[in-house]
C-alpha cells in the first residue's frame, strides 16, 4: 500500500498537524466503466477503490482519535463507497446528505440512469471513535434541493458550510477538493494555487487550525439557489 501511496498521492502538508482533523469531508475519482468518453475522465484523473485506499496512510497522520468522514457518492458507487469508509477504518453511520439536483430554471433534473433516471447524490456519514459530540444542530434536512453548476461533478459549496454548522467549527479538511473553501484545509490535484502560503492565508482568521464550536448561521447561498424544506 505504501508504494501506491506514494505514487499517486502528494502527503498533506506538515503545517496539518498528526491527529488534529476531525472533519474529512471528501469527494473520490470514483472510476465508471463506460470507456474515455465519459465527462469525468476528460475532466480529470479517476482512481479505482484499489488506489483510494492507500489514501489512508496520509489520513492516518492527521486524523484525531474521535473524527467524522464525511463521502461523496452516488448511486452506483453506494457500494464502493462503503467499502472505502471500511477501509479507511471509519464506520458507517448513515446518509448524512442527499443533493436533489436543480436545473436553472429550479425544476428538478432528469439524469441519465439504467434503470430510473438519476436525480441525486449523497453524502455518506462515517466516524471513529465518538463522533456524536460533534453534533450541533438536530434540526437539519436530510434532502437538500440545491441548483447543479455547468463544471462537471462540482459540489454545492452549500453542503461544506452545512457540515460546519451540523459538526462544529472542528478543524477539517477536503479530500479531492477542487477550489479552496474558507476555514478548511483543502487537498486534491486541481486546486489552484496550492501552495502553503495559499493554503495558510485561506484560513478563518489566522494561519492556525480553526479550534472551537462555534455554531455557524446556515444561510442557503451557493452556486444558485436552493429550497429549504
Ligand atoms: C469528483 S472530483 C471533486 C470535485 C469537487 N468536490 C468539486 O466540487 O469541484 C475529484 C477530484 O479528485 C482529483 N484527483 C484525482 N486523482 C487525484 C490524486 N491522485 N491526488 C489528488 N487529487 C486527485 C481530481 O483531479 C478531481 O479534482
Given at each position: 500500500m505504501d508504494e501506491i501511496c506514494k505514487k499517486f498521492f502528494v502527503p498533506f502538508?506538515?503545517?496539518?498537524?498528526?491527529?488534529?482533523?476531525?472533519l474529512f469531508y471528501a469527494d473520490p475519482p470514483w472510476h465508471y466503466k463506460?470507456?474515455?468518453?465519459r465527462g469525468e475522465v476528460k475532466e480529470y484523473d479517476c482512481l479505482s477503490t484499489e488506489t483510494l485506499e492507500a489514501l489512508k496512510i496520509h489520513i492516518n497522520r492527521v486524523a484525531a482519535k474521535d473524527s467524522v468522514l464525511a463521502m461523496w457518492t452516488t448511486g452506483p458507487k453506494m457500494q464502493e463507497a462503503c467499502e472505502l469508509i471500511d477501509k479507511w477504518d471509519f464506520r458507517y453511520k448513515t446518509v448524512l446528505f442527499v443533493w436533489e439536483k436543480l436545473y436553472k430554471n429550479e425544476k428538478p433534473i432528469k439524469g441519465l440512469g439504467h434503470y430510473t433516471r438519476s436525480a441525486t447524490e449523497f453524502i455518506l456519514l462515517a466516524g471513529r471513535g465518538h463522533i456524536t459530540k460533534f453534533v450541533c444542530d438536530r434540526n437539519m434536512s436530510q434532502v437538500q434541493e440545491v441548483v447543479r453548476s455547468d463544471r462537471h461533478s462540482e459540489k454545492p459549496h452549500l453542503f461544506a458550510d452545512l457540515l460546519v454548522q451540523l459538526f462544529?467549527?472542528?478543524?477539517r479538511l477536503e479530500l479531492f477538493a477542487r477550489t479552496q473553501k474558507k476555514g478548511w484545509f483543502c487537498w486534491g490535484n486541481?486546486?489552484?494555487?496550492?501552495t502553503i502560503e495559499h493554503w495558510l492565508t485561506s484560513k478563518t482568521d489566522d494561519s492556525s487550525i480553526p479550534k472551537g464550536k462555534n455554531k455557524r448561521k446556515h444561510k442557503h447561498k451557493t452556486e444558485g439557489s436552493s429550497k429549504k424544506r
Open positions: 502538508p506538515k503545517e496539518i498537524k498528526d491527529n488534529s482533523i476531525s463506460g470507456g474515455k468518453n462544529g467549527d472542528v478543524p486541481q486546486i489552484e494555487c496550492q
